[in-house]
């Protein structure tokens, strides 16, 4: 069965901690992996696509890496505002599935 | 440029009751999505439509839930009757087409079966 698994579910990190989200798959026919970033009460909001292994994509303090068995959140210097739901979702056929996310809070 | 837009964003009512959610998604997105979102959880795929044809709908209750996109435009998700298990957030989305990956989320309808 595909399956999207998140890790850690909750992170706390000091302000300017860097660190790592995880998002592994273990899908056949994997057709992109995508990031998002979703705040209490509000909708996901969309990230990052990835479509191979040793893709990178870049965006602030974010950087988003892909291999053939997960792919990596980077999370450089954060700031408070970075506090969120981080989920990561893919693409087999034409079936998205999305992890359960990971709970970002950094503290001033 | 307007994003998706959902309606209403907060709606509380007794089981056995029926509910109806409203989505007006972006202009010139053909694909729309209805989602439904536990706490803690990520969202899971109801139904998805190209244009006004409900192409993925393995995943509805059909025995209570009901969805409609006339017009291929905005779309209506119903339930009756709705039960205890059903408050969750239902969240819509839209895009360009299916496989970018790329959604455009509305902030979503919080439901609250009593």
């Known amino acids: 069965e595909d399956q999207v698994t998140q890790s850690p579910e909750a992170l706390r990190l000091q302000e300017g901690e860097s660190s790592s989200l995880n998002c592994s798959y273990t899908v056949s026919g994997l057709r992109g992996l995508f990031w998002y970033r979703q705040d209490p009460g509000k909708g996901p909001e969309f990230l990052f696509t990835?479509?191979?292994a040793g893709e990178e994509k870049e965006k602030e303090r974010l950087k988003a890496t892909l291999t053939k068995k997960e792919s990596f959140l980077h999370i450089t210097a954060p700031k408070p505002e970075d506090s969120a739901t981080y989920l990561c979702?893919?693409?087999?056929?034409?079936?998205?599935?999305f992890g359960t996310g990971t709970s970002l809070t950094v503290i001033p | 440029e307007a994003g998706v837009v959902q309606s209403p964003r907060y709606k509380i009512i007794e089981k056995k009751q029926p509910v109806a959610f409203w989505c007006n998604p972006i202009?010139?997105?053909?694909?729309l999505y209805w989602y439904l979102q536990n706490l803690g959880q990520g969202p899971e795929l109801l139904i998805r439509y190209e244009n006004e044809e409900a192409v993925d709908d393995s995943q509805l209750p059909k025995d209570r839930f009901s969805a409609e996109r006339l017009k291929g435009v905005d779309s209506t998700l119903k339930i009756q009757p709705a039960e205890l298990g059903d408050s969750a957030v239902y969240l819509c989305a839209s895009s360009l087409g299916h496989g970018t990956g790329e959604l455009f989320f509305g902030e979503g309808s919080r439901l609250t079966v009593l």
């Open positions: 979702a893919v693409i087999v056929g034409n079936q998205f599935y």
């Open positions: 202009s010139g997105h053909n694909t």
């Open positions: 990835l479509y191979s």
